[in-house]
DNA sequence: ACAAAATTGATAATCATTCCTGGTTTTGTC
DNA sequence: GACAAAACCAGGAATGATTATCAATTTTGT
């Protein structure tokens, strides 16, 4: 029972069972392509409509790193992302190591915080071995 | 000396001096707006360009918090944001505290670590008051 | 002063995302 | 099950940020 009131439909359920089933964290247009192979003509707006719904409701995430593209994490778990400055690719970071003081930032700034988040960049295990190999 | 060739132009150097004489996190548009007060000609397209010279140069910072905006900073020195999630507000907040664990993370994800970005997200103190005055 | 190279303004093109509309599906109530 | 209201859908048009194109201009090194 969710707060906001909303109704079943194919296309939502296939939208989160595809975020869900993969460990990647695709865009909009990604996820487009993977529902179509189930619902064919399925339109592009009822992805993205579906996809603000599921973060209305809190069942997905969203991640917008550099590139101005964004991206959807089925993945609720609390954890961080890097990405490859390379080939663009997104890993999770399971975020157990960085101690991050909320109270100080609050005193830094008069904020009330909330959340935060955090990102890393380098290169991925691949483009490491790709650039050695020259 | 900078190792990219390029080419001094009044456009660039008004664009950098804007960036530098503001302390807020300006988009495109803003700067262009800042911009034709002082060469009413200047082309949006100016803007950008100039814009991701001076990111490459490494003069200025982009930031793209959330909402699929680019932001830009003209403060080089490292310091984190923190946006505000009522009036989407962005400030500035020195990165004293945080103690993050590269070589954790690259233990954790076989990356090689580069660099990291951290954002918060709360309520700035204008939009604490105004909710309490209600 | 001059030619090569980089930059500009203006505008068209692109791309992700949102909006709109008339038709369809779901839901709660009888 | 039938029915009306509410939410949803497909399709396509509209928006808004950013990038590309191109002829004309400005800067640079010689």
Known sequence: MDDIKSKN???NDLILRILRSTRCHPNASWIFAEARKEIPNI??????RNLKN?????KIQELSIGNGLTLYD???R???HIQCMVCSKVDDVPHLFHSVAFNQVEEATGYEVVSRRIEFFGTCPECVKKSKAI
Chains 1, 2 share one sequence.
Do not use: A, E
Request: avoid cysteine; proline fraction near 0%.
């Open 43 to 48: 339109s592009l707006g009822t992805v993205y």
């Open 74 to 76: 089925g993945d609720l």
């Open 9 to 11: 439909s194919k296309q």
């Open 78 to 80: 609390s954890h961080d």
């Open 54 to 58: 599921l973060i209305r409701k809190g």
